[in-house]
């Protein structure tokens, strides 16, 4: 896969030339409970993950795609798929929007053509999402693609000195 060519956006292969849009949302704290990271990450360190980027997703278990605007052609989020089990044929899915490009349609449409491609390309039978009771944004965003609540898995997260739940959604390819 190259490119999923979308009506306003598109899903593109990372390249080496993402490095400082990695680094950039990497090393953003106000991302780091979403994706459970606790420590900045060093250019060096980017890179060699970026060396390692086209892994098919066989091997890697994971496939992180980079949201981009068709019109401008400006990088503006991140999607990704982990936890692959092609025996269970399941795999996990997150997004990461830029908030300057939020409310504009783009989650939805970039987490469409990768459902479609994930049921499609990779005969997955079901995607899953977990996220934080109080992420309404990405909450709204899952039920609004198909997704639903299958479970809470109690105190799950402890984030800034307290315990949070987090939630379990699941869309199965029917």
């Known amino acids: ?18 490095l400082d849009f990695l680094y950039q949302i990497e ?18 360190l980017l890179q060699q993950y970026l060396e390692n980027a086209q892994q098919d997703i ?5 496939l992180r795609l980079i949201i981009f605007e068709n ?4 990088s503006i989020g991140m999607i990704d798929l982990f936890d692959f089990e092609p025996k269970h044929r399941r ?4 997004i990461l929007i830029c908030p300057e490009f939020e409310n504009k349609g783009h989650a939805t449409e970039a987490l469409e053509l990768l459902i479609n491609y994930t049921f ?3 005969d997955v039978h079901q995607i899953y999402a977990n996220i934080t009771e109080d992420n309404k944004k990405s909450i709204a965003l ?33």
């Open 1 to 18: 896969m190259n490119t999923l060519i979308g009506k306003h956006i598109s899903l593109r292969a990372i390249e080496p030339s993402d």
């Open 27 to 44: 090393n953003n704290e106000s991302n780091w409970t979403v994706s459970n990271i606790q420590k900045p990450f060093s250019k060096f």
């Open 58 to 62: 066989y091997e890697a278990k994971q």
């Open 71 to 74: 019109s401008s052609q400006i």
């Open 91 to 94: 795999v996990g899915i997150g």
């Open 120 to 122: 499609i390309h990779l």
């Open 142 to 174: 899952f039920e609004k693609c198909g997704f639903k609540k299958i479970g809470i898995k109690k105190d799950w997260l402890f984030i800034d000195g307290a315990y949070k739940n987090e939630l379990l959604y699941q869309q199965i390819n029917e």
